[in-house]
DNA sequence: TTCTAAATTAATAATCATTATTAATAAATA
DNA sequence: TATTTATTAATAATGATTATTAATTTAGAA
Protein backbone atom coordinates (compact mmCIF):
# COMPACT_ATOMS: atom_id res chain seq x y z
CA UNK A 1 0.00 0.00 0.00
CA UNK A 2 1.34 3.39 -1.06
CA UNK A 3 2.19 6.18 1.66
CA UNK A 4 -0.62 8.23 0.09
CA UNK A 5 -3.10 5.43 0.63
CA UNK A 6 -2.21 5.02 3.91
CA UNK A 7 -2.73 8.68 4.80
CA UNK A 8 -5.94 8.10 3.23
CA UNK A 9 -7.30 5.56 5.20
CA UNK A 10 -6.08 6.56 8.16
CA UNK A 11 -8.05 9.83 7.49
CA UNK A 12 -11.31 8.38 6.79
CA UNK A 13 -10.75 6.29 10.22
CA UNK A 14 -10.49 9.43 11.95
CA UNK A 15 -13.38 10.93 10.36
CA UNK A 16 -15.22 8.00 11.13
CA UNK A 17 -14.07 8.45 14.84
CA UNK A 18 -15.24 12.01 15.05
CA UNK A 19 -18.50 10.53 13.85
CA UNK A 20 -18.31 12.79 10.56
CA UNK A 21 -20.09 10.83 7.25
CA UNK A 22 -17.83 9.62 4.61
CA UNK A 23 -19.16 11.23 1.52
CA UNK A 24 -18.21 10.97 -2.20
CA UNK A 25 -17.34 14.77 -1.97
CA UNK A 26 -15.51 14.23 1.10
CA UNK A 27 -13.35 11.40 0.23
CA UNK A 28 -12.37 13.09 -3.19
CA UNK A 29 -11.21 16.45 -1.17
CA UNK A 30 -9.16 14.38 1.09
CA UNK A 31 -7.63 12.78 -1.90
CA UNK A 32 -7.04 15.51 -3.70
CA UNK A 33 -5.78 17.18 -0.71
CA UNK A 34 -3.37 14.65 0.15
CA UNK A 35 -2.10 13.90 -3.31
CA UNK A 36 -1.21 17.49 -3.98
CA UNK A 37 1.83 19.02 -3.12
CA UNK A 38 0.60 22.42 -3.41
CA UNK A 39 -1.27 23.57 -0.88
CA UNK A 40 -4.08 24.29 -2.92
CA UNK A 41 -7.17 27.15 -2.28
CA UNK A 42 -10.40 25.45 -2.01
CA UNK A 43 -11.23 27.25 -5.31
CA UNK A 44 -8.49 25.37 -6.99
CA UNK A 45 -9.46 22.26 -5.25
CA UNK A 46 -13.40 22.73 -6.40
CA UNK A 47 -12.12 23.25 -9.75
CA UNK A 48 -9.61 20.24 -9.73
CA UNK A 49 -12.95 17.99 -8.60
CA UNK A 50 -15.32 19.59 -10.78
CA UNK A 51 -15.59 17.16 -13.96
CA UNK A 52 -16.12 14.55 -11.69
CA UNK A 53 -18.38 16.32 -9.63
CA UNK A 54 -20.00 18.59 -11.78
CA UNK A 55 -22.62 19.89 -9.77
CA UNK A 56 -20.86 19.76 -6.47
CA UNK A 57 -20.96 23.17 -4.78
CA UNK A 58 -17.88 25.16 -3.77
CA UNK A 59 -19.35 25.91 -0.05
CA UNK A 60 -19.36 22.79 -0.09
CA UNK A 61 -15.22 22.38 -0.48
CA UNK A 62 -15.43 25.12 1.86
CA UNK A 63 -17.72 23.14 4.40
CA UNK A 64 -15.76 20.32 4.48
CA UNK A 65 -12.39 21.63 4.81
CA UNK A 66 -13.86 23.38 7.83
CA UNK A 67 -14.72 19.93 9.08
CA UNK A 68 -11.50 18.92 8.02
CA UNK A 69 -9.64 21.55 9.85
CA UNK A 70 -12.18 20.69 12.86
CA UNK A 71 -10.67 17.32 13.55
CA UNK A 72 -6.99 17.91 12.87
CA UNK A 73 -6.80 16.49 9.53
CA UNK A 74 -5.89 19.81 7.63
CA UNK A 75 -3.82 23.04 8.37
CA UNK A 76 -5.48 26.09 6.94
CA UNK A 77 -2.67 28.59 5.89
CA UNK A 78 -3.86 32.25 5.70
CA UNK A 79 -2.55 34.59 4.03
CA UNK A 80 -3.10 38.64 3.60
CA UNK A 81 -5.28 39.13 0.96
CA UNK A 82 -4.92 36.32 -1.21
CA UNK A 83 -6.98 33.06 -0.20
CA UNK A 84 -6.49 30.44 2.47
CA UNK A 85 -4.34 27.53 1.59
CA UNK A 86 -5.16 23.97 2.43
CA UNK A 87 -2.38 21.53 4.04
CA UNK A 88 -2.95 17.90 4.62
CA UNK A 89 -1.59 17.22 8.03
CA UNK A 90 1.42 14.85 8.72
CA UNK A 91 4.20 15.48 10.40
CA UNK A 92 5.34 19.36 11.61
CA UNK A 93 6.98 21.47 9.23
CA UNK A 94 7.19 25.01 8.41
CA UNK A 95 6.73 26.99 5.08
CA UNK A 96 9.20 28.60 2.91
CA UNK A 97 7.14 30.98 0.56
CA UNK A 98 8.07 32.30 -3.39
CA UNK A 99 7.85 36.05 -3.54
CA UNK A 100 7.72 35.43 -7.38
CA UNK A 101 5.31 32.90 -8.14
CA UNK A 102 4.11 31.69 -4.92
CA UNK A 103 5.48 28.53 -4.33
CA UNK A 104 5.11 27.05 -0.70
CA UNK A 105 8.32 24.56 -0.15
CA UNK A 106 8.32 22.38 3.38
CA UNK A 107 11.03 22.53 5.32
CA UNK A 108 11.93 21.23 8.65
CA UNK A 109 13.79 22.69 11.58
CA UNK A 110 14.60 21.17 15.03
CA UNK A 111 14.17 23.46 17.86
CA UNK A 112 11.87 25.99 17.50
CA UNK A 113 10.45 25.76 20.84
CA UNK A 114 12.89 27.68 23.10
CA UNK A 115 11.34 30.87 21.22
CA UNK A 116 8.06 29.83 23.22
CA UNK A 117 9.73 29.38 26.44
CA UNK A 118 11.26 32.72 25.80
CA UNK A 119 8.08 34.74 24.60
CA UNK A 120 6.12 33.45 27.44
CA UNK A 121 8.93 34.37 29.97
CA UNK A 122 8.89 37.94 29.18
CA UNK A 123 5.28 38.38 28.28
CA UNK A 124 3.51 36.11 30.63
CA UNK A 125 1.38 34.27 27.90
CA UNK A 126 0.41 30.80 28.53
CA UNK A 127 1.85 30.01 24.71
CA UNK A 128 0.49 27.61 22.91
CA UNK A 129 1.93 27.55 19.10
CA UNK A 130 3.73 29.51 16.93
CA UNK A 131 3.80 30.38 13.05
CA UNK A 132 7.00 30.58 11.42
CA UNK A 133 7.47 31.56 7.25
CA UNK A 134 10.33 32.26 5.49
CA UNK A 135 10.05 34.68 2.33
CA UNK A 136 12.08 34.24 -0.21
CA UNK A 137 12.67 33.71 -4.28
CA UNK A 138 12.82 29.89 -4.86
CA UNK A 139 15.59 28.49 -7.30
CA UNK A 140 13.30 29.06 -10.55
CA UNK A 141 12.59 32.49 -10.37
CA UNK A 142 16.08 33.63 -9.34
CA UNK A 143 17.39 31.31 -12.00
CA UNK A 144 14.84 34.05 -14.25
CA UNK A 145 15.70 37.36 -12.73
CA UNK A 146 19.29 36.79 -13.77
CA UNK A 147 18.58 35.82 -17.73
CA UNK B 1 11.31 66.34 22.60
CA UNK B 2 9.44 62.90 23.46
CA UNK B 3 10.05 59.80 21.51
CA UNK B 4 6.99 59.64 19.79
CA UNK B 5 7.50 63.78 18.55
CA UNK B 6 10.91 62.44 17.60
CA UNK B 7 9.49 59.20 15.79
CA UNK B 8 6.69 61.65 13.90
CA UNK B 9 9.22 64.13 12.79
CA UNK B 10 11.35 61.55 11.27
CA UNK B 11 8.54 59.79 9.24
CA UNK B 12 7.62 63.28 8.18
CA UNK B 13 11.26 63.61 6.99
CA UNK B 14 11.06 60.40 5.34
CA UNK B 15 7.71 61.70 3.55
CA UNK B 16 8.87 64.81 2.41
CA UNK B 17 12.51 63.07 1.13
CA UNK B 18 9.88 60.24 -0.92
CA UNK B 19 8.09 63.13 -2.56
CA UNK B 20 4.70 62.60 -0.94
CA UNK B 21 2.91 65.25 0.18
CA UNK B 22 1.98 65.87 4.20
CA UNK B 23 -1.35 66.49 4.22
CA UNK B 24 -3.42 66.91 7.53
CA UNK B 25 -5.12 63.65 7.12
CA UNK B 26 -1.36 61.84 6.41
CA UNK B 27 -0.11 63.55 9.81
CA UNK B 28 -2.77 62.50 12.12
CA UNK B 29 -2.88 58.82 10.78
CA UNK B 30 0.57 59.04 11.39
CA UNK B 31 0.15 60.32 14.40
CA UNK B 32 -2.38 57.63 16.04
CA UNK B 33 -0.13 55.29 14.80
CA UNK B 34 3.04 56.23 16.74
CA UNK B 35 0.66 57.13 19.95
CA UNK B 36 -1.12 53.97 19.48
CA UNK B 37 0.13 50.82 21.60
CA UNK B 38 -2.48 48.01 20.11
CA UNK B 39 -1.52 47.55 16.44
CA UNK B 40 -5.14 49.38 15.17
CA UNK B 41 -6.86 48.12 11.71
CA UNK B 42 -8.05 50.26 9.24
CA UNK B 43 -11.10 50.93 10.64
CA UNK B 44 -10.03 51.65 14.33
CA UNK B 45 -7.58 54.37 12.77
CA UNK B 46 -10.42 55.93 10.91
CA UNK B 47 -12.87 55.86 13.76
CA UNK B 48 -10.36 57.25 15.88
CA UNK B 49 -10.08 60.18 13.37
CA UNK B 50 -13.59 60.85 13.05
CA UNK B 51 -14.07 63.68 15.05
CA UNK B 52 -11.32 65.46 14.12
CA UNK B 53 -12.08 64.71 10.60
CA UNK B 54 -15.88 64.37 10.14
CA UNK B 55 -15.67 63.98 6.41
CA UNK B 56 -12.31 62.02 6.11
CA UNK B 57 -13.35 58.89 3.48
CA UNK B 58 -12.04 54.93 4.93
CA UNK B 59 -10.42 55.09 1.64
CA UNK B 60 -8.16 57.50 2.21
CA UNK B 61 -6.90 55.44 5.29
CA UNK B 62 -6.27 52.60 3.45
CA UNK B 63 -4.91 55.10 0.46
CA UNK B 64 -2.29 56.35 3.38
CA UNK B 65 -1.75 53.24 4.99
CA UNK B 66 -0.32 51.51 1.50
CA UNK B 67 1.47 54.84 0.90
CA UNK B 68 2.87 54.19 4.60
CA UNK B 69 4.14 50.78 4.11
CA UNK B 70 5.26 51.67 0.56
CA UNK B 71 8.01 53.76 1.91
CA UNK B 72 8.68 51.85 4.95
CA UNK B 73 7.20 53.34 7.97
CA UNK B 74 4.78 51.27 8.48
CA UNK B 75 4.34 47.50 8.70
CA UNK B 76 1.11 45.18 7.93
CA UNK B 77 -0.09 42.56 9.83
CA UNK B 78 -2.12 39.97 8.38
CA UNK B 79 -4.27 36.94 9.68
CA UNK B 80 -6.80 35.20 8.06
CA UNK B 81 -10.03 36.28 8.37
CA UNK B 82 -9.85 39.30 10.09
CA UNK B 83 -8.88 42.71 8.70
CA UNK B 84 -4.76 43.86 8.71
CA UNK B 85 -3.68 45.73 11.80
CA UNK B 86 -0.86 48.15 11.35
CA UNK B 87 2.47 48.75 13.31
CA UNK B 88 4.43 52.07 12.99
CA UNK B 89 8.26 50.67 12.00
CA UNK B 90 10.13 51.22 14.59
CA UNK B 91 13.11 48.54 16.16
CA UNK B 92 12.73 44.52 14.74
CA UNK B 93 10.15 42.69 17.01
CA UNK B 94 8.10 39.79 16.63
CA UNK B 95 4.87 39.51 17.96
CA UNK B 96 2.83 37.34 20.73
CA UNK B 97 -1.35 37.44 20.15
CA UNK B 98 -4.04 36.28 22.62
CA UNK B 99 -6.06 33.69 21.62
CA UNK B 100 -8.66 34.74 23.48
CA UNK B 101 -8.94 38.68 23.21
CA UNK B 102 -6.52 39.39 20.19
CA UNK B 103 -4.30 41.79 21.87
CA UNK B 104 -0.62 41.68 20.40
CA UNK B 105 2.37 42.14 22.59
CA UNK B 106 5.83 43.16 21.00
CA UNK B 107 8.56 41.13 22.19
CA UNK B 108 12.40 40.52 20.87
CA UNK B 109 14.20 37.44 20.48
CA UNK B 110 17.94 37.49 18.80
CA UNK B 111 19.47 35.74 16.47
CA UNK B 112 16.52 33.69 14.26
CA UNK B 113 18.62 34.37 11.09
CA UNK B 114 19.97 31.04 11.38
CA UNK B 115 16.69 29.76 10.12
CA UNK B 116 16.82 31.64 6.88
CA UNK B 117 20.79 30.05 6.38
CA UNK B 118 18.59 26.90 6.96
CA UNK B 119 16.03 27.63 4.78
CA UNK B 120 18.26 28.22 1.99
CA UNK B 121 20.40 25.91 2.35
CA UNK B 122 18.12 23.27 2.30
CA UNK B 123 15.70 24.53 -0.23
CA UNK B 124 17.68 26.54 -2.83
CA UNK B 125 15.85 29.53 -2.24
CA UNK B 126 17.10 33.17 -1.90
CA UNK B 127 15.94 34.55 1.65
CA UNK B 128 14.46 37.98 1.97
CA UNK B 129 12.82 37.51 4.98
CA UNK B 130 10.82 35.62 7.66
CA UNK B 131 7.58 35.93 10.03
CA UNK B 132 7.28 34.46 13.36
CA UNK B 133 4.24 34.74 15.68
CA UNK B 134 3.97 33.28 18.75
CA UNK B 135 0.10 32.40 19.84
CA UNK B 136 -1.31 31.73 23.13
CA UNK B 137 -3.28 33.31 26.19
CA UNK B 138 -2.40 36.54 27.78
CA UNK B 139 -1.93 37.02 31.48
CA UNK B 140 -5.26 38.81 32.03
CA UNK B 141 -6.70 36.16 29.67
CA UNK B 142 -5.70 33.12 31.33
CA UNK B 143 -6.55 34.76 35.11
CA UNK B 144 -10.18 34.93 33.67
CA UNK B 145 -10.36 31.19 32.35
CA UNK B 146 -9.34 29.98 35.99
CA UNK B 147 -12.14 32.28 38.22
C1' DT C 1 0.39 86.62 -8.08
C1' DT C 2 -1.96 83.88 -11.46
C1' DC C 3 -2.11 79.76 -14.20
C1' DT C 4 -1.59 74.95 -15.03
C1' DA C 5 -0.54 70.31 -14.00
C1' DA C 6 -0.21 66.86 -10.62
C1' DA C 7 -1.50 64.90 -6.25
C1' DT C 8 -4.88 63.99 -2.92
C1' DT C 9 -9.34 63.46 -1.10
C1' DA C 10 -14.23 62.01 -0.56
C1' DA C 11 -17.89 59.51 -2.14
C1' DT C 12 -19.35 55.57 -3.89
C1' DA C 13 -19.37 51.44 -6.66
C1' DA C 14 -17.14 47.10 -7.44
C1' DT C 15 -14.61 42.99 -6.15
C1' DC C 16 -13.96 38.69 -4.19
C1' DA C 17 -13.23 35.22 -0.75
C1' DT C 18 -15.90 33.34 2.59
C1' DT C 19 -20.10 32.45 5.30
C1' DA C 20 -25.12 32.05 6.08
C1' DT C 21 -29.47 30.38 4.68
C1' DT C 22 -32.55 27.12 3.13
C1' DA C 23 -34.80 23.61 0.62
C1' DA C 24 -33.75 19.11 -1.27
C1' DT C 25 -31.45 14.78 -0.75
C1' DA C 26 -29.11 11.02 1.44
C1' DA C 27 -27.98 8.28 5.33
C1' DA C 28 -28.63 6.46 9.95
C1' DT C 29 -31.64 4.78 13.26
C1' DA C 30 -35.86 3.33 15.54
C1' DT D 1 -40.87 1.28 6.82
C1' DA D 2 -40.96 5.71 9.13
C1' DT D 3 -38.48 9.28 11.32
C1' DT D 4 -34.72 11.84 12.54
C1' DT D 5 -30.29 13.77 11.39
C1' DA D 6 -26.53 15.08 8.46
C1' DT D 7 -25.11 16.71 4.16
C1' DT D 8 -25.44 18.90 -0.13
C1' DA D 9 -26.38 22.46 -3.73
C1' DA D 10 -27.92 26.78 -4.86
C1' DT D 11 -27.90 31.20 -3.82
C1' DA D 12 -27.88 35.35 -1.04
C1' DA D 13 -25.33 37.99 2.23
C1' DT D 14 -21.20 39.74 4.42
C1' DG D 15 -17.32 42.53 4.95
C1' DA D 16 -12.75 44.08 4.14
C1' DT D 17 -10.41 46.11 0.60
C1' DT D 18 -9.80 48.23 -3.94
C1' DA D 19 -11.19 50.86 -8.07
C1' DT D 20 -13.28 54.80 -10.06
C1' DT D 21 -14.13 59.43 -10.59
C1' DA D 22 -15.19 64.12 -9.80
C1' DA D 23 -13.92 67.80 -6.71
C1' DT D 24 -10.35 69.96 -4.09
C1' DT D 25 -5.83 71.12 -2.82
C1' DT D 26 -1.06 71.84 -3.59
C1' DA D 27 3.40 72.74 -6.07
C1' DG D 28 5.77 74.79 -9.38
C1' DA D 29 5.93 77.61 -13.74
C1' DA D 30 5.00 81.82 -15.98
MN1 LIG E 1 3.17 22.07 3.91
MN1 LIG F 1 4.45 45.51 17.07
ZN1 LIG G 1 9.12 31.07 -7.58
ZN1 LIG H 1 -6.14 38.12 26.15
Redesign the interface.
Known amino acids: MTVSADYLKDALETLKDSGVRITPQRHAILEYLISSMTHPTADEIYKALESRFPNMSVATVYNNLRVFREVGLVK ?1 L ?4 AS ?1 RFDFVTHEH ?1 H ?1 I ?2 DCGKI ?1 D ?1 Q ?1 PG ?1 DE ?2 Q ?3 H ?18 EC ?1 NNKVN
Open positions: ETYGDSYICETFYLIEFASVSGYQISHHRLEVYGLCPA
